[in-house]
């Protein structure tokens, strides 16, 4: 929607006091009046895209410029990772994996060691694909060990989140290490530095802490709904090494697809080494959907069909998977429909600019940025990516060394991830998946997001101190 042209300029702070005025809107309507979520976030979109002066002919472009994308991205890795995560439930293997993690661990650490796994997984894999394939585990421990349900799924969660924001090769530190003219390899390095530490401290120490303060049911979401009998009939208590094998399966297939990529920069012509055939259908293979589309059927054979199950089952099944994360899906979109309206406002754009005239220095103006144009319009990857642009002309301008160049990069990701709230998808996605009315996510998750942005630009500034004294 670049070419969009409002009909009428409300200029920065009108811009802000829209955002504000939605978001308010966007409470009252769902926590004061109970509207569905879905129906509330696209009541709200159509009237912002209206006040903001978005032409009539283009305001169903306008919505689906958020929620198109956004639904295109969440719907494969979520219906496909439900289905895989229903059979591995259905089947047994999410308890029998729980049993075997809680007989190794013991109650007390089952939820840390989850955690642990959460965070190897979150290495290659996305953190929406990530957290809905680890779900079944999550509810399977949360379930043998009793209490609170958040504080075994937290401390997971800001694993998956934490990988993602802050280590390549996600597309966030990578694309703002490209922006930037940093080593890559190097804020590798120095993103697992900044992103471990706040694994344990916000997931860990705080997020199992809050989590206590909720009593939340562990949700049912991947549980039967084609009947008991199927779930009977499907279930045959597979060996926990064949559901770690269906759980590492998509890791070393995205993996393979890292690796080739992380491979192409030392060739003297990465375009051509990326064109060979073999590598192509290789990293095709490494491609987030398809890696989980290729699980779904090994585990519909390793499960199923190899288990003496009838094809019919398995396809009823594996039905059975879509139908309760519908709503999440449409939910998640939609909250993509609202950030994706704000953004097509330029809410974001004027916000960099106007942060970009104090005259803050670089790592403290790129981290505030980042995290303001977060908070004003939803998206992560947009944060950084407007941060970083913005910020590109005066980091090339300084002296700096390359480890303080990737420390402001790990500054800049952190502000994208900060207070994530209703203009977030992937906040959608979380309160769907761990059972939480609207209150209750932003008590819990969006306070533990901006402890994560507090947490990380400290540490970025302390590794830009310490870049400057070897540099």
């Not at 966007?26 to 976030?41: E, N």
């Not at 860990?204 to 084609?226: C, E, H, K, Q, Y």
């Not at 003297?268 to 989980?292: H, K, M």
């Not at 994360?325 to 406002?345: K, N, Y």
Request: charged share 10%.
């Amino acid at each position: 929607m670049t070419d969009l042209v409002l009909a009428w300029d409300l200029g920065t702070g009108g811009l802000l006091l829209l955002a504000a005025a939605s978001v308010a809107l966007l409470l009252v309507l769902i926590m004061a009046l109970k509207v569905h979520a879905f129906l509330a976030l696209m009541l709200t979109s159509i009237l912002t895209a209206i006040a903001a002066g978005i032409p009539f002919e283009r305001l169903v472009e306008a919505l689906g410029f958020g929620f198109n994308s956004t639904l295109g991205t969440v719907m494969l890795l979520v219906a496909l990772g439900a289905m895989l995560g229903r059979m591995i439930e259905a089947s047994g293997g999410a308890k029998v994996l729980s049993d075997a993690m809680i007989a190794r661990f013991g109650e007390h650490r089952a939820g840390l060691a989850l955690s642990v796994a959460s965070l190897l997984m979150g290495f290659p894999i996305f953190f929406d694909a990530g957290l809905v394939v680890m779900m079944p585990i999550i509810y399977a421990v949360a379930r043998r060990v009793g209490g609170s349900f958040l504080s075994i799924a937290f401390p997971a969660a800001i694993a998956f989140s934490a990988m993602h924001i802050f280590v390549p090769p996600h597309p966030g530190p990578v694309s703002a290490s490209a922006i930037y003219g940093a080593d890559v390899g190097l804020v590798l390095i120095l993103g697992l530095v900044v992103a471990l530490p706040i694994w344990y401290v916000a997931g860990v120490v705080v997020g199992s802490r809050i989590g206590n303060r909720f009593d939340i049911p562990v949700p049912t979401i991947l549980d039967a709904t084609a009947g008991d009998d199927d779930a009977d009939a499907f279930r045959s208590s597979p060996s926990v090494g064949r559901i770690v094998g269906l759980l590492l399966l998509p890791l070393v297939l995205i993996l393979l697809n890292t690796g080739l990529n992380m491979a192409a920069s030392f060739q003297p012509d990465p375009d051509a080494f990326l064109a060979q055939p073999l590598v192509a259908v290789l990293r095709s293979l490494g491609e987030t959907p398809i890696a989980l589309l290729i699980t779904v059927f090994v585990s519909m054979g390793v499960l199923g069909w190899g288990m003496g199950k009838p094809g019919s089952l398995v396809e009823r099944l594996a039905d059975s998977a879509l139908g309760p994360i519908c709503s999440v899906v449409l939910v998640t979109g939609a909250g993509g429909m609202f950030g994706g309206v704000l953004r097509a406002t330029g809410i974001g754009d004027a916000v960099a600019e106007s942060m970009g005239a104090i005259g803050l220095p670089a790592i403290v103006a790129a981290f505030l940025v980042s995290l303001i144009v977060r908070i004003a319009q939803g998206s992560a990857t947009v944060a950084l990516t407007t941060a970083a642009s913005l910020m590109t002309g005066v980091v090339a301008a300084g002296d700096y060394t390359p480890v303080q160049i990737a420390a402001i990069v790990l500054a800049t990701a952190a502000g994208s991830v900060g207070f994530s709230h209703v203009n977030d998808s992937g906040f959608w996605l979380v309160s769907r998946f761990f059972g939480m009315d609207m209150k209750q996510t932003l008590s819990t998750w969006t306070l533990l997001q901006g402890l994560m942005a507090v947490l990380g630009f400290g540490l970025s500034l302390a590794i830009y101190a310490v870049g400057g004294l070897v540099g």
